[in-house]
C-alpha cells in the first residue's frame, strides 16, 4: 500500500502549521547537517523538499545560493513569506518534483534533503538525480528518522495515537527505508556515491502541557493532520480527546524534555 506522506496533499495540507510548529524543532537538524558538510561564500547549493526553507533560510546566511525545490506549492509560499521575514534574497524557491531535478549536471557545489527524500515513491531515483546535478567532488547530506524506539518523542506520541486507534498497529522497523543505516547506505552506494558516513543526531523538545503539544503535532505534522481530514469533527473530536487524557495521564512530572533521534547520511560524488 502506497505511503500517503509520499503524495503532496498532506504536505500542502499541513504547510502553514508546519511552518508555525514544526520548523522550529527541525531546524537543529538542519544546523548539524550544514556542519557536516561545510560551505564558503561562493557555493551554489540545492534543498530539495525544502518545505517552509528550514534548512535554506540559515544556509543562505554563508552560501552564495540555495536553491530551494518542494513539489508542495503551500510549501513554496511559505518559503517564500520566511524569506520576506528574515530580509533574504539569495535563496531561490521552486515548485518541482525531486525525483526529476530540472537542473543541468555537474552543477551544484552541495545538496541536501532534510526529511523529504525519505518519503519519495522512488528514494532511489531521487538520489541518482541529487547525484547528477552535484559537481564531483561534492558532498551530499540526506537525513531521515531512526526507528521509532530510538526516539522518546515518537514513542510518546504513538503511544497516544494508539489509544485513540486500537487497531493501529505497533510502529516496526521498515527494512526498506532510511530507519535502516544498512539500506541507507546501499541506496546512497547504488546512487553512486562514495564515502559514506551515516551520523545519529538527537534533537529535544521540552513538554510543559499536554494540550499545548498535542495540538502543535496536529497544527504541525503532516500524518496527524492527515488523519484529521479524512474524520468528521464529532470523530475527530472523540480522538483528540483520548489523545489528550492518555497524554495527560502521562505527563505527570512537567516539563519533560523529549528527544528523537535521526539518521544523517554524508556521502561524497566522486572527482
Known amino acids: 500500500m502506497s505511503n500517503p506522506l509520499s503524495s503532496v496533499e498532506p504536505w500542502s495540507l499541513v504547510a502553514e502549521?508546519?511552518?508555525?510548529?514544526?520548523?522550529?524543532?527541525?531546524?537543529a537538524y538542519s544546523r548539524k547537517a550544514m556542519e557536516l558538510l561545510g560551505f564558503n561564500s561562493e557555493d551554489v547549493v540545492l534543498?530539495?523538499?525544502?518545505?517552509?526553507?528550514?534548512?535554506?533560510?540559515?544556509?543562505?546566511?554563508?552560501?552564495?545560493?540555495?536553491?530551494a525545490i518542494d513539489f508542495s506549492e503551500p510549501m513554496i509560499e511559505q518559503l517564500k513569506k520566511g524569506m520576506k521575514e528574515e530580509n533574504v534574497s539569495n535563496v531561490i524557491p521552486l515548485v518541482m518534483d525531486g525525483q526529476k531535478l530540472e537542473f543541468?549536471?555537474?552543477?551544484?557545489?552541495g545538496a541536501f534533503s532534510m526529511f523529504g527524500l525519505m518519503f519519495f515513491p522512488d528514494k532511489l531515483l531521487g538520489l541518482k538525480e541529487m547525484y547528477r546535478v552535484l559537481k564531483p567532488g561534492k558532498k551530499v547530506a540526506v537525513s531521515g528518522w531512526a526507528p521509532v524506539n530510538h526516539s522518546p518523542l515518537m514513542q510518546f506520541l504513538?503511544?497516544?495515537?494508539?489509544?485513540?486507534?486500537?487497531?493501529?498497529?505497533?510502529?516496526?522497523?521498515?527494512?526498506?527505508?532510511?530507519?535502516?543505516p544498512e539500506f541507507f547506505r546501499e541506496q546512497l552506494n547504488t546512487a553512486g556515491f562514495q564515502e559514506i558516513e551515516i551520523v545519529p543526531f538527537s534533537s529535544s523538545i521540552e513538554v510543559t502541557d499536554g494540550e499545548e503539544f498535542l495540538d502543535s503535532m496536529i497544527d504541525g505534522g503532516a500524518p496527524l493532520r492527515w488523519m484529521k481530514s479524512k474524520m468528521t469533527e464529532s470523530v475527530w473530536n472523540e480522538k483528540r480527546k483520548i489523545m489528550l487524557d492518555h497524554l495527560n495521564s502521562r505527563l505527570r512530572n512537567i516539563p519533560v524534555s523529549l528527544s528523537s533521534e535521526a539518521y544523517i547520511a554524508v556521502a561524497k560524488k566522486p572527482d
Open 104 to 109: 543541468p549536471q555537474n552543477h551544484f557545489d
Open 158 to 180: 504513538f503511544g497516544a495515537l494508539r489509544k485513540a486507534n486500537p487497531e493501529m498497529p505497533e510502529p516496526q522497523t521498515n527494512p526498506s527505508s532510511f530507519e535502516n
Open 47 to 67: 534543498d530539495v523538499a525544502t518545505g517552509p526553507g528550514t534548512l535554506a533560510i540559515p544556509l543562505s546566511k554563508i552560501v552564495k545560493e540555495v536553491y
Open 17 to 27: 502549521g508546519y511552518t508555525k510548529s514544526t520548523k522550529q524543532f527541525l531546524e
